[in-house]
């Protein structure tokens, strides 16, 4: 963050209101703008989001969501939160997305919704994916927390079931400190949210003494704040500009390093794809962890890839039908990716990959 961000929260303490207003409206609108999505819900973050946006589709106890087995803990705790059951999916090697292949015999009749997880920018095959919903009559939730600055076809990632969720946490590519943002172009989850978020109260009725109680849900207080939205809309003034630096970033790793036989880079399309993090596969846990190591020792810090959420304690269970995602996890690393970093930084960081493996 610079003087833009600076400029923008001064004017809110200024203006001597901080709760959700007029910034927070402008934020959600550059962010309508961006996705192509009608409408916008800013949110305390991307788990909240996560919640809201189940709940919105009337997702609770006794209901089931599919869930990937490879992505962050909130994606299956924020339905445990609605009172329903995640039921977790293998991921195919290709994207690490949910495997299409396998989704259909986890489906029961307590099935609701399909979650899927965009990781890193990738998408399954959505086409296939909608025929499934469709037969099953099942809701599609789009955990798009790694997904800003990403399309499939034409259409902006987050924005192609029926609603998607976005996270504005420290290390994303813009960042509000934390916060979320729910997309949707369906007028009616839409209201669902933001009267969610906002205590149950009732929505669309300018508020006075006489009804500003009129809580007609049960609700939370999820609502975004003026100055996340004035650095939000600072940062988004910068996406555009952090999109291409993630690009050339991504090409840069995979020009000094794809020629490595222990290195293996998942296909990822520039044009369309904007890697949060530049990801690469080792050939075993042992290696990956030795790379580890090495790159410590000369100032590089790195991060594996999320565990498979079957062998987190929450949701313990066999691990024989993951075999892909444990797989994956032992074998992912995250290298440095900040948008900050200097090609002579990334060079360097390379150079030392090289120095490990030769």
Known sequence: MDKDEKKELLSVIDSGWFTEAKK???????????????????????????FLALKALDVGTGDEVVVPDLTFVASANAVVETGAKPVFVDIEASSLNI??????????????AIMIVNFNGRVTNFGRLRNI???????????????????????????????????FSTPKIITTGQGGMIVTNNKKLYSKCMQLKDFGRKQGVKTNMK???????IGYNYKFTEFQAAVGISQMRKL???IAIKRKMFKQYYDALSNLDDIRFLETD?????????????????????LIDYLMKNGIETR??????HKLTPYKKSINE????NEISKRGLWLPSSSTLKDREIDYICKKIQSFFN
């Open 304 to 309: 594996i890839f999320y565990p498979p959420i």
């Open 99 to 112: 495997d299409l292949d396998k989704i259909e015999q986890k489906i029961t009749k307590k099935t609701k």
């Open 24 to 50: 927070t409206k402008e934020f959600e609108k550059l962010f309508c703008d961006f996705t192509k999505s009608k409408f916008a819900c800013a949110v305390t973050s991307g788990t909240t989001g996560l």
């Open 211 to 217: 009804n500003s109680f009129d809580h007609e849900i």
């Open 240 to 242: 555009k500009k952090r």
């Open 133 to 167: 919903a469709k037969k099953k009559n099942l809701k599609i939730i789009e955990d798009a927390a790694h997904s800003l600055g990403s399309w499939y076809k034409n259409m902006h990632q987050g924005t192609i079931g029926d609603i998607g969720v976005f996270s």
């Open 322 to 325: 993951f075999k892909i995602t």
């Open 270 to 290: 520039l044009k369309k794809i904007t890697p949060w993090m530049i990801d690469i596969l080792l050939k075993s846990e042992k290696q990956r962890d030795k």
